[in-house]
């Protein structure tokens, strides 16, 4: 059976959301999950082409 989420479950998950996490934290949660999210997406890519740009950093502090 397919899950489906419409307009109002999503308005219900981000009014619990904002009751447990409150307004001025909301922030901080939210740059988390992207860094977060950031990070699964380069591990997903591979450790090769995570190593390729720390490489080339170096090579432009030592030059």
Do not use: Y
């Not at 901080?28 to 999210?37: H, T």
């Not at 390729?52 to 090579?59: D, G």
Request: net charge positive; aromatic share 4%; no cysteine.
């Amino acid at each position: 059976m397919p899950f489906r989420i419409g307009p109002l479950e999503i308005i219900l998950i981000l009014v619990i959301v904002l009751i447990v996490f409150g307004v001025g934290r909301l922030p901080e949660v939210g740059a988390g999950l992207g860094k977060g999210i950031r990070n699964f997406k380069k591990s997903m890519q591979g450790e090769e082409e995570a190593k390729e740009p720390e490489k080339q950093a170096s090579k432009k502090n030592s030059a």
